[in-house]
């Protein structure tokens, strides 16, 4: 569902707030310029729940939005060689890049942002406020960004999580155990043997 009274295609994602030192406490202070610049700039969409920083979030949103009534007013961590594909370009920052990407595909109404502190929201308001989908060559770059981290963050976990206490796919004895609990019913047998082909070559 989709309300007209929500602007633009921008939301704040209230998960990812600016906290205190302490590591538990949201830092309103911080938030409350965060969402004055939201507002200012004339978006509108704040995305929160019970769960967010620990059933604090919407606790921190209220405040702030009260408050500001009653005055009046990590896919950025690259690698180093897909960082430097966005690079190239001399654009915006490598979160732009993301953020734009998924808002330029037809029928998305609403790209949400998790943001930890206010330059993070300048950034992020520099771009969307007036915002220009990826160009062709901007896409390619993109993409080309995916391929690479793609080919990191698989290897990573592959090799350094996922497998290291557990044997890696071929070590699988077949015994057919996994698939009978498999929510999804997968065919997980099948589909080990394709693991090696991607992940151990």
Known sequence: MYFDEVKKNFGFGCMR???????????IAETTKMVDLFLEQGFNYFDTAHG????????ALKECLTSRHKEGGNLVNLPDDAKKILDDLHGGSTASYAVRFAASFEGIR???S?????????DNLSYMKDFKPLDEREMAAVKAVADV??????DYYYNQVHTVHNGKAPACI??????KVC?????????L??????FEK
């Open 17 to 27: 707030l600016p906290m205190m030192e302490n590591g538990t406490d949201v830092d």
């Open 52 to 59: 967010y920083l620990g059933e604090k979030s919407e606790l």
């Open 110 to 112: 609403m790209v949400l």
């Open 114 to 122: 998790g943001m930890s502190n206010l330059e993070q929201m300048n």
């Open 149 to 154: 981290f793609h080919d990191w963050n698989a």
């Open 174 to 179: 077949r015994c057919g155990k996994c698939e």
């Open 183 to 191: 929510p999804q019913h997968l065919k997980i047998r099948e589909l």
């Open 193 to 198: 043997k394709e693991v090696p082909k991607e």
